[in-house]
């Protein structure tokens, strides 16, 4: 069975601190991991990772895949308590067009 | 970003009516939308998947009766909750990707908070 899993589940850190999410998968066929932040709502999209040891970058947030060993993390440095909610992970498949979520990471940044 | 517009944000009906909710990709063509539920402090899960121009894939365990689904065009989707219950209340989203190709990252509704009474 496909499944993704992310860890922790849920993180509670004061403001400055770096955190690291982290978002491991089993899948056939794997193609892209994507990581999302939902606040009050919709998720939004932060990244989308295709190829191992490529790090994305936007801000303080940053990403980096390892198809090898299946996994990617999620970093923030210097947190806000905007960065406040919960992180989310997908992963698509070949072949298909959904997406498989983890049961994300709630991060708590405390001022 | 694409633009996806999900309408409404929410809506409280009574138990045993129908609701209808409508998803638009506002920018660009979506041949493919998907449907989303997602109960408090649990993650997405898939209901099913709108094909423009054909009967939507569900997954296992989804109703298709009570939740219809129409992707009458290339830019909107509508799920209707049948004859909904209180258990039917929860947060709906739908999501679009603009490229088919899969190298596209899906672009989300604003979510639609169902509250049956």
């Known amino acids: 069975e496909d499944k993704v899993v992310q860890s922790p589940l849920s993180l509670v850190v004061h403001e400055g601190d770096t955190v690291t999410l982290n978002c491991s998968y089993e899948v056939t066929n794997f193609r892209s991991l994507l990581w999302y932040k939902q606040e009050k709502k919709a998720p939004t999209f932060l990244f989308m990772l295709t190829s191992s040891g490529i790090e994305k970058k936007s801000g303080r947030l940053s990403s980096i895949l390892d198809k090898k060993e299946l996994f990617s993390i999620l970093n923030i440095t210097a947190t806000q308590t905007g960065d406040s909610a919960v992180y989310l992970c997908a992963v698509t498949q070949g072949g298909s067009e959904k997406l498989v979520f983890g049961k994300g990471t709630k991060l708590t940044v405390n001022p | 970003g694409a633009v996806v517009s999900q309408h409404p944000s929410r809506v409280i009906c009574k138990s045993g009516t129908s609701v209808k909710i409508e998803c638009r990709s506002l920018d660009f063509q979506a041949t493919t939308m998907f449907w989303y539920r997602q109960f408090p402090k649990q993650s997405l899960m898939l209901m099913a998947t709108s094909n423009e121009g054909s009967k939507a894939t569900y997954e296992q365990g989804v109703e298709k009766d009570k939740f219809l689904i129409n992707h009458a065009s290339l830019t909107l989707s509508t799920l209707t909750v049948t004859s909904a219950h209180p258990e039917d209340s929860s947060f709906y989203i739908c999501?679009?990707?603009?490229?088919?190709?899969?190298?596209?990252?899906?672009?989300f509704g604003q979510g639609t908070r169902l509250t049956v009474v």
């Open positions: 999501s679009a990707r603009e490229a088919m190709t899969g190298y596209a990252e899906a672009f």
